[in-house]
C-alpha cells in the first residue's frame, strides 16, 4: 500500500534561518507531488506542486522553493525565514488525477 | 472572484440531523470535486470525490454534484458529535487542487 511519510511534526525557527521539509511517498512511482500551506484560521493555498522529477511549478512568488531530487521525493526549502511563513505545511500525493492523500503535516512557528 | 467558495460558518446541527454543506466553483472546466475532512490540527482526509452531475452516496455521506449551477454539496446524515470538524471543498483544476476556505460543523448532542 502507498504511504506519505512528512518530517518533522512541529518546528520551531527563528526569523532569517533556513528551513528544509522533506516529504517522501512509498509504494508509488511517479506520483504528483504537491506542497500546500494553512496559516492560521485560513484555507489551503497551493505552493509548489510537481508531476515529474525536476518539474516544478511555483503558484505563489515568496521566498520559499522547493525541489524533487528523486521520484518520491519532495523539499520544500526557504533560505531565510519570516515571520509571514508560520503555517501548517502539507504535502499530498496523487497517482494520477484523483485520490490525494495528504501527510501529517509539518507546523511551523518562526519567531 | 475566489475559484472555489464555501460558507465559513459554523453550521450548528442537532446529533442525529442531517448538515447540508454547500460549496460553489467557478471553473467551469473542472472536472473532479472533492470533500475532505479536517479535525483541528489535523491534515485532511478525503471523504467523498465525485464527477458526475447527481448524486454519489457512501455510507452516511452524499455528494451532490451540479455543473450547470456550478454548485457542489456534501449531505451528512445522522449526524454525529464525531463529525464536528472543517468540511473542504476541493476542484481539481488541470493537474491541481483547489481548495474552498471550508466550512466549521458543530453537531450538539
Known amino acids: 500500500s502507498q504511504t506519505i511519510h512528512q518530517w518533522p511534526a512541529t518546528l520551531v525557527q527563528p526569523v532569517g534561518s533556513p528551513l528544509s521539509l522533506e516529504c517522501t511517498v512509498e509504494g508509488t512511482s511517479n506520483p504528483n507531488l504537491y506542497w500546500y500551506r494553512q496559516a492560521a484560521g485560513r484555507g489551503l493555498q497551493l505552493l509548489f506542486y510537481s508531476v515529474g522529477i525536476g518539474q516544478i511549478s511555483s503558484e505563489v512568488p515568496q521566498n520559499l522553493s522547493a525541489s524533487r531530487p528523486q521520484d518520491r521525493q519532495f523539499i520544500l526549502s526557504s533560505k531565510k525565514l519570516l515571520l509571514s511563513d508560520s503555517g501548517f505545511y502539507l504535502c499530498?500525493?496523487?497517482?494520477?488525477?484523483?485520490?490525494?492523500?495528504f501527510g501529517s503535516g509539518t507546523r511551523l512557528t518562526v519567531v | 472572484q475566489k475559484e472555489v467558495e464555501q460558507n465559513s460558518g459554523p453550521l450548528s446541527v442537532p446529533e442525529g440531523a442531517i448538515a447540508s454543506l454547500n460549496c460553489t466553483y467557478s471553473?467551469?472546466?473542472?472536472?473532479?470535486f472533492f470533500w475532505y475532512r479536517q479535525y483541528s490540527g489535523k491534515s485532511p482526509e478525503l471523504i467523498m470525490f465525485i464527477y458526475s452531475n447527481g448524486d454519489k452516496e457512501d455510507g452516511r455521506f452524499t455528494a451532490q454534484l451540479n455543473k450547470a449551477s456550478q454548485y457542489v454539496s456534501l449531505l451528512i446524515r445522522d449526524s454525529q458529535p464525531s463529525d464536528s470538524a472543517t468540511y473542504l471543498c476541493a476542484v481539481r483544476v488541470a493537474d491541481k487542487l483547489i481548495f474552498g476556505t471550508g466550512t466549521r460543523l458543530q453537531v450538539f448532542p
Open positions: 499530498a500525493w496523487t497517482p494520477g488525477l484523483d485520490g490525494y492523500t
Open positions: 471553473d467551469r472546466g473542472s472536472q473532479s
